[in-house]
């Protein structure tokens, strides 16, 4: 069986990786030009590297599971750290609340190894999950964007703006929360939306900068203002600030998540603004000493019925992008490698697609829009008040921790790739 994957990113190469060690041949296509980045770089030295951008990623055990059906756990472990507590404070860093994620997740994850969620670079997961790709030689190809998806009636081809195509008994979009994949099998009305929050996300060296972090992972809040910063501790060395706000859009933002280039104007900018919203001075210095900032706006997808059509099929932010939280963007992409990965290597036949992309939609669907609906919640916790006050958010969200850290109300569900995709076979007709 060939597979095209449409996208690059951290779900796209995991995919294309997760269906090669089913036994399946995939190719990876990206619309990332390069021969036009070095065209524009005026003669400059080009890093020809697509990973390097974006801040952290956090790996809770539903993603850390998968990571280790695939054998890259424990390189993954050696360049990351571990996040065993989250706290919220107020914008000042008053009011600590402290959430204790170990013990959580030991209520559904019986591998000590994978109860404490990782804290990562962004840039360095893509490179494990690239190089990955390169050892067991998937070949990639760039600057192909994709224009169209034509159905055949035993394969799929992929049509590109440069005239190229790609044939495929699968084609897999991880094209990301703009993706033209979903666009192009189900049309324009769902695109992704622009929720009205800007972000910047900051990554800088601790140890170099003298820059003391006492958080893994924190979020300080103003609800009345609706003004958000995230700071996560990635390593002993290493720190990574998101900033997020509804203020205007900076005229340099886009859809894409590209470092700012002309670095000390915008991190003396945001530690100005930051420092306005009266954050603790390591939070401030944390964006000032910044080596690299990317902007980002936040974009939701309106929720779909079915995660396939024909013979395409979406996987990660192309069929579920949801407001950045907790990493439950990237755990539920990774929960759609896991179910295809044990799907694929039950049915590995070409006849077998159908019945394997209804399948994966039936179990995908539901636990990725709980996921969503989770994430829209935790959003509106961080930009709403009550009309009782800020004060009083901030007792509600002591409350819900409170209730979460004593076993009272349950934070997430891990979704079992093996056991739901052995569940799911079972149950179908018998020929």
């Not at 192909?144 to 979009?173: C, I, M, N, P």
């Not at 980002?296 to 579920?320: E, F, M, Q, W």
């Amino acid at each position: 069986m060939n597979v095209v994957v449409i996208g690059t990113g951290l779900v796209g190469a995991a995919t294309a990786f997760a269906l090669h060690k089913a036994g399946i041949t995939c190719t990876l296509y990206d619309q990332v030009d390069l021969v036009a980045a070095a065209l524009n770089s005026n003669g400059t030295p080009l890093d020809v590297d697509f990973g390097d951008t974006g801040g952290s990623v956090l790996l809770a055990p539903s993603a850390t599971r998968v990571l280790k059906s695939l054998g890259l756990f424990d390189e993954v472990v050696a360049q990351s750290s571990t996040s065993p507590h989250i706290h919220w404070y107020k914008m000042d860093g008053s009011a600590a609340v402290q959430l204790d994620v170990v013990p959580l997740n030991a209520r559904m994850e019986p591998d000590p190894e994978l109860q404490a969620p990782l804290q990562i670079l962004r840039s360095k997961l893509h490179n494990i999950l690239l190089k990955a790709c390169q050892q067991a030689g998937i070949r990639m190809f760039m600057g192909k964007k994709l224009v169209r998806v034509e159905e055949q009636a035993y394969s799929v081809t992929a049509h590109f703006a440069d005239g190229s195509t790609a044939k495929g008994d699968l084609l897999v979009g991880a094209d990301g929360i703009h993706s033209a994949t979903r666009r192009a099998i189900f049309g324009e009305s769902s695109k992704s939306q622009f929720t009205g929050v800007l972000g910047y996300i900051g990554v800088v060296d601790l140890v170099a900068n003298n820059i003391k972090m006492n958080e893994t992972c924190g979020f300080y809040i103003d609800r009345v203002k609706k003004e958000l910063v995230c700071t996560f501790r990635v390593s002993e060395q290493i720190g990574a600030i998101n900033i997020m706000t509804f203020h205007e859009p900076d005229p340099e933002e886009t859809e894409g998540w590209r470092p700012y280039s002309d670095l000390p104007k915008h991190s003396a900018r945001l530690a100005e603004l930051v420092r306005g919203w009266g954050v603790p001075d390591h939070v401030e210095q944390m964006i000032r000493k910044a080596y690299r900032i990317s902007p980002a706006s936040i974009y939701d997808l309106p929720d779909l019925n079915a995660y396939h059509k024909g013979r395409t099929v979406l996987v990660g932010d192309a069929a579920h992008g949801m407001v950045p939280n907790a990493g439950l963007g990237l755990g539920t992409g990774m929960e759609d490698v896991g179910a295809l990965f044990e799907l694929f290597k039950r049915l590995p036949d070409q006849k077998d697609v159908h019945s394997v992309l209804s399948i994966y939609s039936k179990l995908r669907v539901p636990q990725a829009t709980a996921n969503a609906n989770r994430s829209r919640e935790m959003a509106k916790q961080y930009y709403s008040s009550s009309v009782l006050g800020p004060s009083f958010s901030h007792f509600l969200l002591r409350a819900g921790i409170f209730a979460f850290n004593h076993n009272l109300m349950k934070f997430y569900s891990i979704f079992d790739c093996p056991k739901e995709v052995e569940k799911a076979i079972a149950s179908m007709p018998k020929a």
